[in-house]
Structure formats: C-alpha cells, structure tokens
C-alpha cells in the first residue's frame, strides 16, 4: 500500500504545499505532510468522511506558528498558526465559516481529545499529528504505508527538533498548551517513538 497525494492535486492544494516550503524547514514541512497522510490513512481504515482540503491545508500549516516569522510573543503557537490559516484562506476565496474552521482545527490539534463525532477533521489531525510526532497508534498502520511515507518524507532528525521547539514555547508561554505538553513526558514520548528506531 503506498500513499500518495494524488487525489489533493488542486491548486489549494499546491498552494499550501508551497507556503508551508517557504517558511516550514525541511523537518517542519515533512512532518506537516505525514500527519496528514497518517490521518487520511486512518479516516480510510475507519471509515470516516471528512473535508479533505480543509484537513491538508489545516495539517499544512498547523506548525507555521512555530517557525519565527509568525511566533508570537503572546500567543501559543496552534492559536498563531491559526491566524495564519484563516489568511491563507481567505486569499483563495474560502468562506468566512470555512476560514474559521480551519483556523479551529489547527488550534484543537493542541487540546483535549475531540472525537470524529464531535470534529471529524480536528479529531483527524490530532490522530495525525500524535502518530507522527510521538508515535501514538503508529502499530496500527500497515508497515508498507508507514515504510513508503516515510521514505517519501523522511524524518530528518524531526524528534528532537520539535521537541526543541515546544520546550522554547514552553519557556517563553509558560501557560500555553505546549508547556503542559513539556511538563507532561513530551521528551520522553518522543524519544520512543517507533518511527524513529
């Protein structure tokens, strides 16, 4: 089984692709990828329908809050990213309640759990987005889909250098989602991840 964006070959889709390039480095941008082919692949398996664009673009560009031209000073990187998905949005015609949405998705990927029946496409990217950055549910997936992802966007010592990222958040944000995340076993989970051993 090999995963492909083919079916997300749109000019949104492109487009997405392209910002996240420009601002997300190599690590950043991959991971970005494989959490959302890590959550369509789940959706497929679960049978869940869901917005496909609106979880691309949201899984695109959910870390964009962590790279310096948008961190900010004051609020936690999800709730920035945000910002940044609702603009992106809206320079391709999307609809005021479709900008919000993604804009919701990307900051719920750092919250409670939501369930696929509450928010199918935030409930997406958090299985995405735990797969990818810690492992969670990883043995789930075929390991010909998680051999070709990964050789298609490889880690590129990803691990360490979002947990550094995070710890900074935590630092600096001391009350935002990410210094919970730290102070809950961040480096610890991520150390173990599967994907990296």
Same mark, same amino acid.
């Given at each position: 089984?090999?995963? =492909?964006?083919?079916?997300?070959? #749109?000019?949104?889709?492109? %487009?997405?692709?392209?910002?996240?390039?420009?601002?997300?480095?190599?690590?950043?941008?991959?991971? #970005?990828? &494989?959490?959302?082919?890590?959550? $369509?692949?789940?959706?497929?398996?679960?049978?869940? %329908?869901?917005? /496909?664009?609106?979880?691309?673009? #949201?899984?695109?560009?959910?870390?964009?809050?962590?790279?310096?031209?948008?961190? #900010?000073? =004051?609020?936690?990187?999800?709730?920035?990213?945000?910002?940044?998905?609702?603009?992106?949005?809206?320079?391709?015609?999307?609809?005021?309640?479709?900008?919000?949405?993604?804009?919701?998705?990307?900051?719920?990927?750092?919250?409670?759990?939501? =369930?696929?029946?509450?928010?199918?496409? %935030?409930?997406?990217?958090?299985?995405? =987005?735990?797969?990818?950055?810690?492992?969670?549910?990883?043995?789930?997936?075929?390991?010909?889909?998680?051999?070709?992802?990964?050789?298609?966007?490889?880690?590129?010592?990803?691990?360490? $250098?979002?947990? /550094?990222?995070?710890?900074?958040?935590?630092?600096?944000?001391?009350?935002?989602?990410?210094? $919970?995340?730290?102070?809950?076993?961040?480096?610890? &989970?991520? /150390?173990?991840?599967?994907?990296?051993?």
């Amino acid at each position: 089984m090999t995963w =492909t964006l083919h079916h997300l070959d #749109s000019e949104t889709a492109r %487009s997405a692709f392209e910002i996240a390039s420009e601002y997300a480095d190599p690590a950043l941008l991959n991971h #970005s990828v &494989r959490s959302y082919a890590f959550a $369509a692949e789940y959706a497929r398996a679960q049978g869940l %329908s869901y917005d /496909a664009e609106l979880l691309y673009v #949201s899984a695109l560009l959910h870390d964009l809050g962590l790279t310096a031209p948008f961190d #900010s000073h =004051t609020l936690p990187f999800e709730e920035a990213g945000g910002h940044v998905a609702r603009l992106f949005t809206a320079g391709l015609g999307w609809k005021p309640e479709r900008r919000a949405r993604a804009q919701e998705v990307i900051v719920l990927h750092m919250r409670d759990d939501v =369930t696929a029946a509450e928010d199918v496409e %935030s409930h997406l990217l958090q299985v995405g =987005t735990s797969a990818d950055v810690s492992g969670l549910r990883v043995a789930d997936f075929d390991a010909s889909f998680r051999t070709g992802l990964l050789e298609a966007y490889p880690r590129l010592g990803f691990g360490a $250098a979002f947990l /550094a990222l995070v710890e900074d958040q935590a630092v600096r944000k001391p009350r935002c989602a990410a210094a $919970a995340y730290v102070a809950g076993g961040a480096a610890t &989970r991520i /150390a173990a991840n599967p994907l990296d051993h």
